[in-house]
Structures are given as C-alpha cells and as structure tokens.
C-alpha cells in the first residue's frame, strides 16, 4: 500500500520543490539579495561524515541554547532535548551538506557566497516520493493550529543530529561555562564548520551543523512510508507556502 501522510504535516510545493532542489547539483535556488541577475546555484553536496544511532531514537536540536546557561550551571535541570517522535532503524548513517554560491559584492570587497542549503541525514537511498514536518515526542499533531509548524529554535544558530539515548554525554561538551561563557569544547572538527562528539561506552554519536535559528526537521518518506532522509534547511521556505 503507497504512503499517504497526514495533509496537516506535509510540505506545501514550495518546501517540497526547495527540499529536492537544494540536494540538486547545478539546482538554481533564486538570486542573491539585492541583486537578482546573480543567481543562487547548488554547487555541492559533500559527505561529511557517518555518525552511530544505536538506540534508533534521534535528537534533532540545538546542543544548547543561552537559558540552558545559568541553570546548567546553578545544577539546574535544562530544557529538554527535542527527540523526534519517529523511529528509525539503529544503525550507522552518512551526514551530509548541500553548499550554494551566489557571488556579492560589500562596500567593494567581493565575497563568493558559499552557505549551507540544507544538512540531511541519510537513512537510506531509496526514493523519497513526499515529504512532512517531523513532530517531536512532545508534539500533537492534533493541537496544531493551522500554519504552525513544530521546529527547534538556536541562539547560537547551530543544530545536531544525537542520538538520544546518549544524549546526556554528548551535549556535555556544549554545555560547560565558566562566568556564563562558553569553556572550550574537546570535539571533533569536521568540514563544513561541523563538529562531532563520540560516545564510545554507547558507540553513539552526536554531529553539530549550521542551523540559522534553527528551523522544521522535515522527513522524507519512500512509498511505504520508511523514512529515507532527515533533513534540516537554512533559510527555506514554510511548509505551506
């Protein structure tokens, strides 16, 4: 039986459009702000890394955000992490960014306008045929008011991909301040401005990517309703336009 989702979720024709073109090589997105005989094209889309999901249960997130400062360290309980309320199968899975250009000119200095599109992470190659908005284990997709779409919010305009079952360890170096600044942080670099925490006692891992402000985790489901890839944009268009 072929998939069918919850219209109250799914992507209206311009994020659908936006989510398949941004992870299009040589995709034309639009035209540089304030200029539009530049255009905005998919230049790349470059593996990262892979990352270690034991536990099957995902936080899509921001490692922490400014309120989680003082509480953590006045050892006070921080805001949750957002886990998605879907499930996939545990697993080793590819991290993977797609790179835009659009060109600009600033008071004379030329700048080549590479951004990060859209971050994915990959749970198989097979076709995605629709998309929709990834609720969190605290959503209820029956008290969504029309328009309202569920989504992670970032202050220092970052997320992750965690795996939630070790979630505890691996946000633990994003969250240590010293005075309410942030201490140094032991992780791994990684293309793209991207970091990655392991966690060897659980074989998890958690991988930092750009996120301006955050934004809608979207998912994109095969024709039975499997989700193939976990995406998060920069920048995109809202889920009904």
Known sequence: MKWVGDARLAAGPEAAWYLEAAFTPGAYL?????DPTTPIVVTEIEEVTT???????LVVDAPFVDDDVSRYEQGLPTRPSRELAVRIPPGVYRVEIAWTAGPYEFFGEHFDGVECAATRLCISDDPVIGWEM???????VDRLQPGEEPRFYS???IGCFADAGAWTTLSAPFRTFK?????????????GWCERV?????LADLVMFTAES????WLGRTKTGE????VVTSGMPGSKA
């Open 179 to 191: 005075d309410g600044i942030p201490v140094p942080r032991e992780t791994e670099r990684l293309p």
């Open 227 to 230: 989700v193939a890839k976990i």
């Open 155 to 157: 202050d220092a305009n």
């Open 214 to 217: 955050g934004g809608v985790v």
């Open 30 to 34: 639009g035209t540089v702000y304030d």
């Open 51 to 57: 990352m270690r999901i034991p536990s099957g249960r």
């Open 134 to 140: 990834g609720l969190g284990v605290e959503d209820d």
């Open 198 to 202: 392991r966690d060897e006692s659980q």
